[in-house]
């Protein structure tokens, strides 16, 4: 307060100097935008408009800018007179919180706030020197929370469990045994080590969980003395294949005690109660050193070198030296220094004390900035960086410079720094300043700068701010620039590339289309675009105009701050994968010094664009932040062997934002196992499955296959005989260049009936009408939120169906009642009986249905559902008197039921058929079982050129689309017979083999089984029918006269070509050509078309040969008016038919050469 107190003191000193001063206009608030947007608490983009006074030489002194709660109105946070840039842009660095909120760093979530600015004229009146306020409604989003560590399951391959200094941990044997266990929070066990002998540890690892449960780590002392646990790493692959380490904290546990921890998605540890029912993320026991998720297969994050200050960007020196001490790439510290980072992770300065001013270490707001960009020449080693100077230190505006560095040892230490190009009187500030700098495949350097908080200026080609510059590598400006003109001097104007930019942050050029790309950051929207000479990107301080020649923008504003491109030009492509090649990605920086996980940014996210530039798809979350620390995404280079990036900020035990301890880490790929089969079901043993080994990992060394029935291979791609029904779950380790890496299945065979397998069949169909099946699975339970995305990547996001069927066993004889949770619609079938049905477009509502069952007595239910646009929810639950509650029914009471001893038999009425005609087929499912078959589908697929006219069921209900019919026949009791009648209609222009195919549920019925009928093969037989043929033609003697007929028929056609109704010896193919014709070749041609179907004649095609005289072309004997016209009719055509004559120098075409020798033999009149 004291600083406000002196302030007013003053004004009232100065008093009644300026009686007639007025006071200034009151500012309009321009950021945030519009009363009630939403604001990360982090990070409060405060943005007002330019000063205005009336009273003229009245300067901008200062301003107020004050955040306070709407409801109770009280003042949290204000910046009291501030000066400089801030007097219209200010973050909450610039600040100080008050009142409730002292003390802290960050505003609330999910509160309203009310924000205020008024500017301060320099007249000294104290009754007039200050504005009226401008303000602003504004809410702050909501803290996301940190996700937890979810398993099901812990794959067979032993879990590592080492202390950080590599030692394994081995647990003292007690009675009972020391122990440490992953449990779910009911306590159900995932995996348990024991202590045994003191040399090695007992693993329990029992069978997988119902559904992914939350990690707590309980490590029990037993009956030894206090248990002492070191520090330690607990490592362990899941079903999926995918490698989890928890970070351990030490632990001294006492003599029959327990202690807990729970554990988030990134292995970080917290503590934990026995009270606690779900995870409680407040008091870190452990952070994980590298806490980010990474979001897409075969992907590691790791630390390369730490202890950087506010680490900015990444330049990798060309062809470093292999030797472990040998600089590998250089690091921008935004306070100064430009650091040398060599192959073995140590690091020192190439360069420092590069500023010469306090950038005050406000995070956000006027401690953002600095020395950013930074580039290494790849001819001679030297490096490029780019800055802010301070015009009149201390305390003067700053202007941005581009620097050159040359080294003479190596590229350890900078020997020289030359300034190549200072921009004096250009004012930049935090973030909107100098900032990427880079060589393009011209060798020019390109530099991009931002508006300095003055969007004029990016429109202004007499500045420097808000463009791209291109020079050459001395600093001068590049005389092929597009404004280029050194008539009137060299200025700003002859360096611009591009023009109209707010905060070109980002930028990076790609191998494919030789073009370069920048990211932007806009107020409440970001843009990624292509950059293109003299293009002009149209900032002017609105949002509407960061949308101009976006390839995509953010929305709200994620802060991109890089952007690179995988590629084969670059460092052979990082060791991506081929199917990154051309990608790039982007760093999103997110809300400033903001913490733990946030939805607008925080993360690596991929995009795709094709030849031209153009989006294909993305953004595509690579890594993702999952810490509940301050760390962000600044820096982004692709290396030799991965993705570099920065997280700018110390992640944990910090004090300030601008605390040293920052790091470089890498995303390095290292491949995945995966495999697919031929065949997933089968309707009995032995089954063969054809297993094929489709693992990206590298440099793979050794199979491991475990096909769940005791069986195992070494074969890369084995074949694998099942002797049993069952469900068989099916895992592959490979061995390769990065490591292990597994994989899990979980039953992925199903033979027969499947041995009792638990939960429900899913079909998964690409079409809301359940048409266009893609994906069958066994579901566990369902309980599914989709919310915009699929079930699968082959699925689409909207539109797409699914049917779910199998048994469900009640455990009371009472009424139960069953629930749908759906958004779009279903309906649920239990023991035939339709329960639910609700087959409308909706938004998530519940829906009921009841009915009585039996205990311990499997019936059948069917659940089929859609979405059709928006939101997807679908979920299954039920209660009744003795189990109340709505519970999503668990897997234990669903199963794949018995459909044992089925077979099918496909009966026609005639062949052949004709094309235009019908046919009738039934088709059969006969249970010779001793059990009644549940759930029995039958579906019958019509191939091209016979489409289903109608479909009558024996019992249940039955469907046709296009090419398939679809009966559901419900249940078939024990040793009978349900079927479907199939009317077709045969189509009249195609023909061929019909070959029907029927399936029962998700299995194929195998036609070869003994006991099943062969299925019958329907011949169609399509007369020929005519779609194109020759017409009539008149040519020169001479000269070539050809016929054609193009037809459609089944079984093959016969062709006999005729002359005048006469056939022509051995023409008897679709065309038929006299090579050089004469006069007495003139004649009817026709074609006749034939099979066993019927025949047909092509239409009559009339022949005229004549004698063709040069330029006389009705045959009149001279050369006249009509023949001039003739040839006007033919110009620039060619020589054929009527147009023949007029080619006199038989050169096929009719041209100018020929038009001057006919005009030059008129002989007629003209």
Not at 402 to 416: C, E, K, M, P
Not at 701 to 714: E, L, R
Not at 907 to 919: E, L, R, S
Request: net charge negative; aromatic share 8%; hydrophobic share 35%.
């Amino acid at each position: 307060m004291r600083r406000i107190i002196g302030l007013a003191i003053t004004g009232l000193a100065c008093g009644g100097i300026a009686l007639a001063n007025t006071p200034p206009d009151a500012p309009s608030v321009n950021e945030p935008g519009v009363d009630g947007q939403l604001v990360n608490p982090a990070d409060v983009h405060m943005e007002c408009a330019a000063f205005s006074d009336a009273d003229p030489g009245d300067q901008h002194l200062c301003s107020d800018w004050e955040i306070w709660t709407v409801s109770p109105s009280e003042l949290v946070w204000i910046t009291p007179c501030i000066t400089g840039v801030e007097r219209v842009h200010t973050h909450l660095g610039d600040g100080v919180f008050m009142n409730s909120h002292a003390g802290e760093t960050e505003l609330r979530p999910d509160v309203d706030y009310r924000l205020r600015v008024r500017h301060r004229d320099d007249s000294g009146d104290p009754a007039t020197e200050w504005s009226g306020y401008g303000e602003r409604l504004f809410t702050t989003t909501s803290q996301l929370e940190l996700l937890p560590l979810l398993v099901n399951d812990i794959d067979a391959v032993a879990p590592t469990w080492n202390a950080t200094d590599g030692d394994p941990v081995i647990l003292p044997p007690g009675s009972p045994d020391p122990s440490i266990r992953l449990e779910s929070a009911n306590g159900e066990l995932m995996i348990e080590l024991q202590g045994n002998d003191g040399v090695t540890n007992t693993i329990i690892n029992p069978p997988a969980l119902a559904d992914h449960e939350a990690v707590r780590v309980r490590m029990s002392a037993g009956g030894v003395a206090a248990l002492a646990l070191p520090e330690s790493d607990f490592s362990f692959f899941d079903d999926d294949g995918i490698e989890h380490t928890i970070y351990v904290p030490s632990r001294s546990v006492n003599p029959g005690a327990d202690a807990l921890l729970w554990v988030s998605a990134s292995g970080a540890t917290f503590e934990a109660s026995e009270g606690d029912t779900t995870p409680v993320f407040e008091t870190v026991a452990r952070g994980a050193p590298v806490p980010w998720l990474v979001r897409q297969p075969g992907y590691v994050v790791e630390r390369v070198a730490t202890g950087f200050q506010l680490p900015v960007n990444i330049a990798f020196i060309p062809n470093p030296s292999p030797a472990p001490a040998a600089p590998i790439f250089y690091v921008t510290e935004l306070y100064g220094a430009i650091r040398t980072v060599h192959r073995d992770g140590t690091h020192h300065d190439y360069a420092n004390g590069l500023l010469n001013f306090n950038p005050t270490g406000n995070f956000p707001g006027s401690g953002e900035q600095g020395l950013t960009g930074i580039t290494v020449d790849p001819v001679t080693g030297d490096v490029f960086a780019t800055m802010l100077y301070d015009g009149a230190p201390p305390n003067g505006p700053h202007y941005p410079k581009v620097v050159r560095f040359t080294s003479d040892n190596g590229g350890h230490l900078a020997s020289t720094m030359t300034n190549i190009l200072t921009m004096p009187g250009e004012s930049q500030g935090q973030s909107h300043q100098i900032s990427t700098v880079t060589i393009g495949p011209d060798g020019k350097l390109y530099v991009h700068l931002g508006d300095g908080f003055d969007y004029t200026t990016a429109q202004n080609l007499n500045s420097f701010r808000g463009k791209i510059l291109r020079m050459n590598l001395d600093g001068t400006a590049a005389i092929d620039n597009p404004f280029y003109n050194a008539s009137n001097g060299i200025n700003s104007r002859d360096y611009v590339y591009a023009y109209g930019l707010r905060n070109p942050f980002g930028g990076i050029w790609r191998a494919a289309d030789q073009a370069l790309y920048e990211v932007e950051n806009g107020p409440s929207v970001d843009r990624l675009a292509k950059v293109n000479p003299a293009q002009n990107f149209g900032w002017n301080d609105t949002d509407a105009s960061m949308f101009n020649f976006a390839i995509y923008n953010w929305v709200p504003a994620h802060a991109p701050t890089k952007c690179v491109f995988i590629e084969p030009e670059t460092w052979g492509g990082s060791g991506f994968p081929a199917d990154k090649m051309d990608h790039m990605f982007v760093a999103e920086s997110g809300p400033t010094y903001a913490t733990g996980p946030q939805s607008n940014g925080k993360r690596i996210s991929e995009f795709v664009l094709d030849q031209n530039g153009a989006l294909v798809s993305g953004p595509t979350p690579l890594i993702e932040y999952g810490g509940s620390g301050k760390a962000t995404i600044v820096a982004l280079a692709a290396g030799p062997d991965g993705l570099y990036f920065s997280d700018f900020y110390k992640d944990a035990d910090y004090d300030t934002p601008i605390d040293r301890g920052a790091s470089i880490l890498r995303v390095r790929f290292v491949g995945s196992a995966d495999f697919t089969s031929d065949v997933t079901y089968g309707p009995q043993a032995p089954m063969n499955v054809q297993f094929t080994d489709t693992s990206n990992a590298p440099d793979i060394v050794a199979w491991d296959w475990d096909f769940g029935d005791g069986q195992t291979s070494a074969e890369q791609n084995p074949i694998h005989t099942y002797t049993a029904s069952g469900a068989y779950d099916v895992r592959l380790a490979v061995t390769a260049s990065t490591g292990l890496r597994t994989t899990r299945k979980a039953d992925y065979i199903i033979v027969g009936d499947g041995g009792g397998a638990q939960g429900l069949r899913g079909e998964y169909f690409n079409n809301i009408d359940l048409t266009n099946l893609v994906l069958t699975r066994l579901d566990p339970v369902v309980d599914f939120t989709w919310g915009g995305g699929s079930p699968d990547p082959a699925i689409d996001s909207d539109t797409f169906s699914v049917r779910w069927t199998g048994c469900v066993t009640p455990q009371f004889s009472e009424t139960y009642t069953f629930y749908v949770e759906i958004d779009d619609g279903a309906r649920v079938w239990v023991d035939d009986t339709l329960v639910i049905d609700s087959w409308i477009d909706q938004a998530p509502t519940v829906h009921t249905g009841s009915i009585a069952l039996t205990a311990n007595t499997p019936v059948e239910i069917v659940m089929e559902y859609y979405e059709n646009g928006g939101g997807a929810v679908a979920r299954l639950a039920w209660d009744s008197p003795s189990a109340p509650g709505a519970l999503i029914i668990p897997t234990e009471r669903l199963s794949t039921c018995d459909q044992t001893d089925l077979y099918v038999t496909l009966d026609d009425a005639a062949d052949p058929v004709n094309a235009g005609g019908t046919n009738q087929y039934l088709a059969s499912v006969h249970n010779d079982s001793a059990t009644d078959a549940h759930g029995v589908r039958l579906n019958v697929a019509i191939p091209a050129g016979m489409a289903p006219a109608g479909c009558t069921p024996s019992q249940g209900v039955c469907s046709t689309t296009l090419d398939e019919v679809s009966a559901y026949l419900g249940t078939i009791p024990a040793g009978q017979t349900a079927g479907v009648i199939i009317d077709t209609t045969i189509g009249g222009l195609t023909g061929g083999v019909l070959d029907v195919v029927a399936a029962i549920g998700l299995n194929e019925i195998d036609p070869n089984l003994a006991n099943n009928s062969v299925v019958e093969q329907t011949t169609v037989h399509l007369a020929p029918v005519i779609s194109e043929q020759s017409g009539s033609t008149m040519v020169c003697a001479g000269e070539q006269a050809s016929f054609h007929v193009t037809a459609l028929g089944y079984p093959a056609i016969a062709y006999e070509w005729r002359r005048n109704g006469v056939p022509i010896g051995g023409a008897v193919g679709s065309s038929y050509s006299i090579p050089a014709t004469e006069l007495t070749d003139s004649a009817t041609y026709d074609c006749e078309l034939s099979n066993i179907a019927g025949s047909v004649i092509s239409e009559p095609a009339i022949l005229t040969v004549v004698e063709c005289c040069d330029g006389d072309t009705d045959f009149d004997g001279d050369i006249d008016v009509r023949d001039i016209a003739t040839l006007q009719r033919c110009f620039g055509g060619a020589a054929t038919g009527e147009c023949a004559c007029a080619d006199t120098n038989d050169d096929d075409v009719v041209s100018q050469p020929d038009a001057s020798d006919i005009l030059g033999r008129m002989t007629g009149p003209n």
